[in-house]
């Protein structure tokens, strides 16, 4: 080993390690989705719950409104305050939701529980991205960012495996899941206690005159054409896939059911395939393409599989093999898909000072569109069936591949301040810390 290898690996090593732990974010994301998706049922007989009922408690859990109100708050707190500070307490409010749901009694608590554990997962997700993209290496930065998505992809898995185990246990097996997420977080808050601060963010904040208030930074953020644009084309990406992916995530159990398949084993056994095929191919895919090949192609190559899976699922008559073809085209898709490229799109095109407040804001939009049909999802599926409901899902799924492959900016092996300096000119030193287009720039065009 070289005396410049023995240098960089411990930085290397450093990197990994605070990737891994910020990125559990995720894994308690999609493991309480999944957790929510497995239990709801048993929570419904217990509770003597109708579908509206059902219907509210997935809209206000980390799946939508929960997660949506979470990340209008954390996002903006997250560039005032720090990325260490969402990701240090978010968990503690977390864990306090899943005490809810663990101990829920009635509908309240459980209530309680979700709409607790979604604000905590809307606040730490898009900290987690943003600090992930800002520590990763230029031309890794796919590659750590993919780390979340993988996350977020075993979590599900995981979560399927242990519904099937705890099956027979009914209710009690669903809470003992709830505690192994109330497990999981509390290991990841102690290991992240040590973890340093962004880099980027604290040089940015040194170079601060003065405190950039919360206020200022959304005002700056919705002030300037460059981020107009760039909000438009994220929410375009990932919010119309997010509220397919959000209903499958909560619902998939409903849709089984509504396709012929009415096992609750055989459901959750292809549930635990599908987010195998996911986490494989957010490794092989996302994580070791991204930074070798054309983003735009590898997006256009996940968007199409994930239009086929569902075109497949919705149009063809109920089979095994229709269920594995399904399984797979959706998982791969969901590896190479929108949401690993939203993740590392919204923290390549946003300026530092606003970078996870962007996020928050489009995190908050596209759980509302999940909360908003997922209040009438199941009432749905019930009434018009999945063969017209599918239409919807498939129409959604056809515009994000659109938006995503028609505009993918280039911006692969590129620095985090090299993009910046690109999408907002150079950088003058002013009395808030922004980032401004010269005068030459003024000159030539005007305000970006």
Not at 122 to 131: D, I, M, R
Not at 134 to 144: L, Q
Not at 172 to 180: D, H, K
Not at 307 to 328: D, K
């Amino acid at each position: 080993m070289t005396r410049a290898d023995a240098t960089t690996r411990p930085v290397a090593d450093h990197r990994w390690r605070s990737t891994i732990s910020v990125a559990m974010s995720n894994y308690i994301e999609a493991g309480s989705i999944i957790a929510i998706a497995t239990s709801l049922g048993f929570w419904q007989t217990e509770f003597h719950l109708g579908n509206g009922i059902v219907g509210v408690l997935a809209a206000f859990s980390p799946n939508a409104f929960g997660a949506a109100i979470g990340a209008i708050i954390g996002g903006p707190l997250c560039d005032r305050l720090g990325r260490k500070f969402i990701y240090t307490y978010d968990l503690l409010l977390y864990m306090l939701g899943m005490l809810f749901v663990i101990f829920a009694g009635n509908t309240g608590m459980l209530f309680a529980g979700f709409l607790l554990s979604g604000i905590a997962v809307g606040a730490g997700v898009p900290a987690a991205w943003t600090y992930i993209a800002e520590i990763a290496p230029d031309d890794r930065r796919a590659a750590h960012v993919g780390t979340a998505q993988l996350a977020w992809s075993l979590g599900p898995m995981i979560g399927y495996l242990l519904a099937v185990a705890v099956a027979p246990l009914g209710l009690l097996g669903s809470r003992l899941i709830f505690a192994e997420l109330f497990v999981v977080a509390a290991i990841t808050w102690i290991v992240r206690r040590g973890l340093p601060e962004s880099g980027i963010w604290t040089e940015q904040r040194d170079r601060d005159a003065r405190s950039i208030t919360i206020g200022a930074s959304m005002r700056a953020l919705f002030n300037r054409r460059v981020n107009i644009t760039a909000l438009l084309f994220l929410f375009g990406v990932y919010a119309f896939w997010n509220t397919v992916a959000g209903q499958a995530g909560i619902f998939m159990p409903r849709v089984y059911s509504a396709s012929g398949f009415t096992s609750v084993v055989e459901q959750d056994l292809i549930q635990a395939l599908l987010w195998f095929c996911t986490s494989l191919f957010t490794w092989v895919g996302f994580m070791l393409l991204g930074d070798r090949m054309s983003r735009r192609i590898l997006f256009a190559i996940g968007a199409l599989m994930a239009i086929g899976a569902w075109a497949v699922l919705v149009f063809s008559a109920p089979s095994l093999p229709v269920l594995f073809i399904f399984a797979l085209g959706w998982g791969i898709s969901a590896g190479i898909g929108a949401q690993a490229f939203y993740g590392l799109w919204t923290s390549e095109l946003f300026a530092t000072p606003y970078r996870a407040g962007a996020q928050g804001v489009l995190f908050t939009a596209a759980r509302i569109m999940v909360g908003v049909l997922s209040l009438w999802f199941p009432t749905l599926l019930d009434t018009i069936g999945l063969s017209k409901l599918g239409i919807l899902i498939i129409a959604l799924l056809v515009i994000s591949f659109l938006i995503g492959t028609i505009w993918a900016p280039e911006t692969r092996g590129k620095s985090l301040r090299e993009i910046e300096q690109e999408r907002y000119g150079e950088y003058l030193e002013t009395e808030t810390g922004f980032l401004r287009v010269t005068q030459e720039a003024g000159a030539r065009g005007g305000r970006k």
